[in-house]
């Protein structure tokens, strides 16, 4: 009788344990490092020998993704809580990949996600994720390139914020999550009071009681039965390591406290070896070598000196040693030249500090009083931060010459392709996909940044195109920054014959009217495949504007794009193209639209105006011939879409000049 009674509450005592765990689908664990630990992995993601979870390599364009095995079923639980401790390694000073996120996701491979401005999700991801973000995407809505961001089902965050924490007296204290330095962040969502926590902290800090970010959401509302938590990460153009160093989770309860003596350390800068001068034999020999040193010594001296002066001290972060470039080029060896030309030459270049390939421009420069000034808008370009603008990384200056140090993008500049019948033709979908992401970089030079920049160079082998074949804007060794707002100063003119528009010879004032109308012809140029001015073609086609034109004019606008197409193209979009090109390329300055209408009109958010025969009659040659002018521009200003393009006044003026 006991025996069965026994048995009896034994079996009871099961019963309710079976009850409970299936009711409580919870989940805990605590990672103090992860050896042993078992996630699943993709992409660049890996375990490191010292116990690092290391979610990217020192690499470009990679991602990493990390996801604990288990799944949650986010329907019945009621709260969970996370910390975990990270850090962001970069080579570059003041530069890195595109940050870390810690993710909820329906499913632990992400199909689609891409290396680059996404942090190793894909541009339509459907997870919940918190964002830490060390790259402004003007295209996200991002608020700076150091913040925090709560993502529901999109990378445009519905909450975000400067990286930093509150001390318990309230003030607010920034970080950098670039520093190097680990870091802790704690997720922590209540769900009773359908609220979402996050905060961050220096590492082995006690954890802050205000919240650096809340935000009300019921996570049973977004149709996941179960979700994975882990990791994601991605590079782009910068190499970058992302560490994970240890995390602790918890359902339905406060996760666990990570033990910081146990965590694993992060890697040190490398060693240098350094070499033993030989033994000294007689004092004949030690002399011998001293004079043999001594004469080296200078020599290198003299091989490497650079040019420095007391007020480059400010810009050091931007400023590379001549031997470290000496040396990345391998001596500036032909071999290693990847272009060259009035401005100078290219070459490609290996760094060994773990910055990766770079390109290098050489171009002579002489001394002169603009020099400071001229360094200092350097050092502002190395900070424009854009995916379709090639990141200027720094420069040296040395006797006659300057070097500009940028990112090395792999397959060279457009014009290769338009040009080298050795390389592949470019689709057109490619051909427009790099128009749109120039216009892009552009509208983001003029609108986008704390200054005004003016290009100066717009130009196709100023295009460069990374390893996805997208177009990025590169060569700011001619740019301008100017306060926005404020008129530009009148300089030499520089630039590219071809490109420069009509105005520059009379003024010398670089705008980014002159801007818009160097990406007229290079609309044109991409398009047709030909030379802003072609020196082998007849009188009449010398200019490819006036060549366009004409075609225009006699209705076949579109038989001027590449005859390479074979008729493989997108009528529509190569009409497009083409007016805009020569609508930007007007000679008249105030004819021309600003980037952010030729951004509008390649997006078709607003449709492209026609354009009269009479209008286009101001073209390369000037003003002459006017006539139609002023029935244009009275037609075109009273289109209701097209409000703001130009100014009364401004139209006043020209319809007196076509009279």
């Not at 541009?123 to 529901?152: F, K, S």
């Not at 025969?613 to 101001?618: A, S």
Request: aromatic fraction near 10%; charged fraction near 20%.
């Amino acid at each position: 009788m006991k025996t069965r009674v026994f048995n009896t509450l034994l079996l009871i005592l099961l019963l309710l344990k079976t009850a409970a765990s299936i009711a409580s689908p919870g989940l805990s664990f605590l990672f103090n490092g992860f050896h042993g630990a078992s996630l699943h992995l993709d992409g660049s993601a890996e375990i490191t020998r010292a116990g690092l979870l290391r979610l990217t390599q020192d690499l470009k364009e990679v991602q990493g993704h990390a996801f604990h095995p288990t799944p949650i079923d986010i329907e019945k639980i009621s709260s969970f809580s996370t910390t975990f401790v990270f850090a962001v390694a970069s080579g570059h000073s003041g530069l890195s990949g595109h940050g870390i996120t810690f993710v909820l996701s329906p499913t632990t491979r992400l199909v689609g996600s891409l290396p680059s401005q996404y942090l190793g999700l894909t541009g339509r991801n459907n997870v919940v994720a918190v964002e830490l973000d060390t790259v402004q995407n003007l295209d996200l809505n991002d608020i700076n390139d150091n913040h925090v961001g709560v993502d529901i089902k999109s990378l445009i965050s519905v909450k975000s914020t400067s990286a930093g924490y509150f001390t318990s007296q309230g003030s607010f204290k920034n970080l950098s999550l670039i520093s190097g330095d680990p870091m802790q962040l704690w997720v922590d969502y209540d769900g009773i009071k359908k609220r979402l926590d996050v905060i961050l902290a220096p590492v082995e800090s006690a954890k802050p009681e205000i919240p650096l970010l809340s935000w009300q959401v019921n996570m049973s509302e977004f149709g996941f039965e179960s979700v994975y938590v882990g990791f994601s990460s991605s590079t782009g153009s910068i190499p970058t390591s992302h560490y994970i160093l240890g995390w602790s989770f918890s359902v339905d309860g406060v996760a666990e406290g990570i033990d910081f003596s146990r965590l694993p350390s992060l890697p040190g800068p490398k060693s240098r070896m350094l070499l033993i001068g030989l033994p000294v034999i007689s004092a004949s020999v030690v002399i011998t070598v001293a004079v043999v040193v001594a004469v080296l010594v200078l020599y290198q001296r003299r091989k490497f000196a650079e040019l420095f002066e007391d007020w480059e001290l400010e810009y050091g972060p931007r400023r590379f040693s001549y031997r470290d470039l000496y040396v990345a080029t391998k001596g500036f060896r032909e071999r290693e030249l990847i272009g060259a030309g009035g401005f100078g030459k290219v070459y490609r270049g290996v760094l060994r500090d773990g910055r990766g390939e770079v390109a290098i421009k050489r171009v002579s420069h002489e001394s002169r009083q603009g020099m400071r000034e001229f360094v200092a808008e350097i050092a502002s370009v190395g900070r424009l931060r854009h995916r379709n603008i090639v990141p200027l990384l720094g420069y040296c200056r040395r006797k006659g010459e300057l070097l500009l140090v940028y990112d090395y993008m792999s397959n060279g500049s457009l014009d290769n392709f338009l040009f080298n019948p050795n390389k592949p033709l470019l689709s057109w979908s490619q051909r427009f996909r790099i128009i749109k992401g120039v216009a892009s970089g552009l509208l983001y030079l003029h609108e986008g940044w704390e200054q005004l920049v003016v290009h100066r160079d717009v130009k196709s082998s100023n295009v460069l195109l990374d390893g996805e074949m997208n177009g990025r804007l590169g060569d700011f060794g001619l740019a301008r920054l100017y306060d926005h707002g404020t008129a530009p100063h009148t300089t030499h003119i520089v630039g590219t014959l071809g490109y420069l528009a009509p105005e520059l010879a009379k003024t010398g004032r670089a705008t980014t009217a002159t801007d818009v109308y160097a990406f007229g012809v290079f609309l044109l140029e991409v398009a047709c495949a030909r030379r802003p001015i072609d020196p082998r073609a007849s009188p009449t086609d010398l200019s490819l504007f006036d060549w366009v034109l004409d075609h225009w004019r006699r209705g076949v606008g579109v038989e001027a794009v590449d005859p390479r197409f074979e008729g493989d193209y997108a009528a529509e979009e190569v009409e497009l193209v083409l007016k805009l090109g020569l609508l930007c390329a007007h000679a008249v300055a105030v004819a021309r639209p600003s980037m952010r209408q030729v951004v509008q009109f390649l997006d078709r958010d607003v449709e492209m105006p026609e354009l009269a025969p009479d209008f286009m009659n101001v073209g390369m040659s000037g003003l002459d011939h006017c006539m139609g002018f002023d029935e244009y521009f009275m037609s075109y200003a009273t289109t209701s879409s097209n409000q703001g393009f130009l100014h009364s006044s401004v139209a006043e003026s020209l319809l007196s000049v076509g009279r």
